[in-house]
């Protein structure tokens, strides 16, 4: 028998800027929900707001940040990347291994040129 094996990962997510509160939550809640029911387990939330895309996507200029921690066994990563590419309110996400989870994020404004 082969031993499941658990990581600590940092998940960025670009929901679109389009929509309502209550479809955002919703959305985001699909995300968190494909996690928890594969036996991982949210760490921590940081709800980075609503922000200018460094390029724009798919006609889109803004997207609604999200980067979530959490334990998750290593088998189910490709699992939830096959499902986050369907959800069609996700403009982009990002998944790395970390090794602690960050408690406060903060990002210093970009320095204006001229």
Do not use: C
Request: hydrophobic share 35%; no cysteine; glycine share 8%.
């Amino acid at each position: 028998m082969q031993k499941k094996r658990n990581g600590l990962y940092e998940g960025m997510y670009i929901l679109s800027a389009t929509l309502s509160d209550e479809s955002r939550k919703k959305a985001f809640d699909k995300i968190t929900d494909g996690i928890t029911q594969k036996t991982g387990n949210i760490l921590k939330t940081h709800e980075l707001g609503r922000r200018k895309l460094a390029y724009e996507i798919d006609g889109k200029r803004e997207g609604y940040y999200y980067v979530l921690f959490f334990e998750a066994p290593t088998s189910i990563i490709i699992d939830l990347w096959k499902e986050y590419h369907l959800h069609e309110d996700l403009i982009r996400f990002m998944t790395t291994r970390v090794e602690k989870v960050q408690e406060t994020m903060e990002f210093k404004p970009l320095k204006t040129v001229g």
